[in-house]
């Protein structure tokens, strides 16, 4: 069965860096296409940035240029480099794998503080 693990998050001042780490186990990571979602206190989850298997990257409007989705096929994990971090940006960090089934990981939280 797959597993995403999800770390790197924490507290950081805004306009601060923060680089989130997703290690997956159990599945064929190189096939999946994988995501980063957040989802802050009374909002729906959003998607953040993706990653094809080819390597093909989509942001959301608000994070292009801020943030850098990544993966190493041989780690087993993705990566999501977030700079010029703002309050927004504050929230709980999800890593999805998706191609023939579809997983999540357990979130890891980042709070910018103003």
């Known amino acids: 069965q797959g597993q995403l693990v999800e770390s790197g998050g924490g507290l950081v001042q805004a306009g601060g860096s923060l680089r989130l780490s997703c290690a997956a186990s159990?599945?064929?990571?190189?096939?999946?296409?994988m995501d980063w979602y957040r989802q802050a206190p009374g909002k729906q989850r959003e998607s953040v940035a993706q990653?094809?298997?080819?390597?093909?990257?989509h942001y959301a409007d608000s994070v292009n240029g801020r943030f850098t989705i990544s993966r190493d096929n041989a780690k087993n994990t993705v990566y999501l480099q977030m700079n010029s971090l703002k309050p927004e940006d504050t929230a709980v960090y999800y890593c999805h794998a998706r191609w023939r089934s579809n997983y999540w990981g357990q979130g890891t939280q980042v709070t910018v503080s103003s």
């Open positions: 990653i094809t298997s080819s390597g093909t990257t």
């Open positions: 159990g599945i064929a990571f190189s096939l999946y296409a």
